[in-house]
């Protein structure tokens, strides 16, 4: 009679962990913006500095630079560290969330925030 019980109780129990995954999710979210990460070009020559949401806070340029016949490879320079800082960024990012993920029996390749 009261067979389908033992059921509503494994799905109470992966409803739960469903809202405790998706309250860590929400502080891991929220900690991004504190995670900064340097991105840099030209053996260090331009630096930018991001948070893990990929927020650019800075660009830090050696003034030996400034000179008008490296304008072109200045503007590189800043692009490639806007690149770089945006990749280490996004494994910031990356690595702060797996940490919601720990201990939790998500298939291979499952990446979230889906």
């Known amino acids: 009679m009261l067979k389908?019980?033992?059921q509503l109780g494994d799905m109470a129990k992966i409803m739960k962990q469903a809202q405790e995954m998706?309250?860590?999710?929400?502080?891991a979210q929220a900690r991004l913006g504190d995670i900064e990460v340097t991105g840099e070009a030209g053996a260090g020559l331009v630096r930018v500095?991001?948070?893990?949401t990929g927020q650019v806070k800075g660009v830090a340029i050696d003034p030996s630079l400034f000179t008008a016949?490296?304008?072109?490879?200045?503007?590189?320079?800043?692009?490639?560290?806007?690149q770089d800082a945006q990749a280490r960024a996004a494994?910031?990012?990356?690595?702060?969330?797996?940490?919601?993920?720990?201990?939790l029996d998500l298939p291979p390749g499952m990446k979230l925030p889906f």
């Open 49 to 52: 500095t991001a948070t893990a």
């Open 91 to 103: 494994a910031a990012a990356q690595t702060e969330m797996a940490k919601v993920t720990e201990g």
């Open 22 to 27: 998706q309250n860590r999710m929400g502080e």
């Open 69 to 82: 016949d490296e304008k072109e490879v200045v503007e590189d320079l800043i692009v490639a560290a806007i």
């Open 4 to 6: 389908g019980l033992g």
